[in-house]
């Protein structure tokens, strides 16, 4: 068995990693919801990508951090693996609005501990061509489509596919709203932060999460209309790579 999430190691075998310079990956994700149909963990699809990148690759997977806006709780982590010598530290963030957070904290640790941190964002494989084949009424959305897919494709029994609905934003103040932080005027994007509730349908969907069919919710690596890499899907094929070359 190989075994790669941390909390299944026990101390010898952790102690062996570390001994080996193994990387370890801190995957990030959280917990809110996306929509009546599918589960409110969107961390668990983070992990998934992490622990098969980390199979391939001879990595270790670090306990899912599944909050955001905590800049100070992401160095203390950095700094309790660091002090437990691991020197290889790898973030996978499958929830944007982690972003801007995990940007000035690695930067920060960057300067302060000359520590440098990859990012990989688990989502970053979606192409518009991509999106228009397979989700043509919602595309990415929130609790649209792509995600139900991939939720279908890990925890088909933690979905509920019979409450799946669609949804869209709502202008706000007469300005049409293009996403989660963005208005549009007369042609510019102007960045607007909003709460979720003032630009959304009650159910909290944006897209339609019926499109997630038997189909689209085949192994992701199918999902680029393009042939595999040798690794599968072009989303676990960036992960090997930052992984091995980290």
């Not at 869209?168 to 042609?187: A, E, I, P, S």
Request: glycine share 12%.
């Amino acid at each position: 068995m190989n075994k790669v999430r941390l909390q299944d190691l026990t101390w010898v075998e952790a102690e062996e990693k570390l001994k080996a310079g193994v990387p370890v990956i801190v995957p990030f994700g959280s917990q809110e919801q996306h929509g009546p149909h599918a589960p409110m963990g969107d961390f668990i699809i983070t992990e998934a990508v992490a622990i098969a990148a980390a199979e391939r690759a001879g990595a270790i997977v670090a306990p899912v951090i599944a909050g955001g806006y905590s800049e100070y709780f992401l160095e203390d982590y950095v700094d309790c693996l660091v002090g437990q010598g691991f020197e290889r530290i790898i973030f996978f963030n499958g929830h944007s609005g982690n972003s801007g957070t995990i940007d000035h904290t690695v930067r920060k640790i960057r300067d302060e501990r000359s520590l440098r941190i990859p990012v990989l964002s688990i989502l970053g494989f979606r192409t518009p061509e991509m999106m228009k084949q397979l989700f043509p009424a919602g595309g990415a959305g929130h609790g649209g489509g792509m995600m139900a897919a991939l939720y279908l494709h890990l925890v088909p029994e933690s979905c509920r596919m019979d409450l799946a609905t669609a949804g869209k934003y709502h202008d706000f103040h007469g300005l049409k709203v293009t996403g989660l932080n963005t208005v549009d005027f007369k042609g510019y994007p102007i960045g607007v932060h909003f709460n979720y509730n003032e630009i959304t349908d009650p159910t909290g969907v944006i897209g339609d999460g019926r499109e997630a069919t038997a189909s689209s919710r085949a192994r992701p690596g199918s999902w680029s209309g393009r042939r595999e890499s040798p690794g599968g899907s072009p989303r676990r094929a960036a992960a090997f790579w930052c992984v091995r070359r980290c």
